[in-house]
């Protein structure tokens, strides 16, 4: 899974975005604004050895996403939830469950959710409470930093 960004030129900086978790900063080159857009969701993270890597895109857009599938999508939950000034209890009645554990386990990145329940998870946190799941559009060859990873499913908030 990843997550749509943005990246453009604001005077002499470049601004960078994840929109869908609410993730904005700069650096002083393209590279370096991508460089710390992944530092700045590591650091939101705050797990040891999570790493995000970010996919070079089409025109100013491109992808991030990591191999902890599980930490990243607590990541989306918990910014989600905070931004919409829900409780976990809340989001556990919205969801019609017995337990705030029930949902918790997600926002702790304990449990990875189907595409389905991730939807069922993202209304119940989200004020617009959709995304659009779309095939990655990023550089099938590789990444920002090089390599190289097989396309798949992105997400963009439904603003």
Known sequence: MRFVGRVFKVGRYWAVEVPILGVVTQGRS??????MIADAIESLVNKP???????????????????????????????????????????AARLGAKSLNAYARYEQ??????????????????????????????????DAAGGGQPSCTTFNPIR
Do not use: H, M
């Open 30 to 35: 393209r590279r370096d604004a991508l460089e």
């Open 49 to 91: 050895g999570f790493k995000v890597r970010t996919y070079s895109g089409k025109g100013g857009y491109f992808e991030v996403g990591a191999e902890d599938q599980a930490a990243l999508t607590a990541l989306l939950l918990r910014r989600e939830r905070l931004k919409s000034g829900l409780s976990l209890s809340q989001v």
């Open 109 to 142: 990145g304990r449990a990875t959710p189907t595409i389905q329940k991730l939807s069922q998870l993202y209304s119940a946190v989200a004020s617009n409470g959709d995304f659009v799941v779309t095939e990655s559009a990023a550089n099938r060859g590789g």
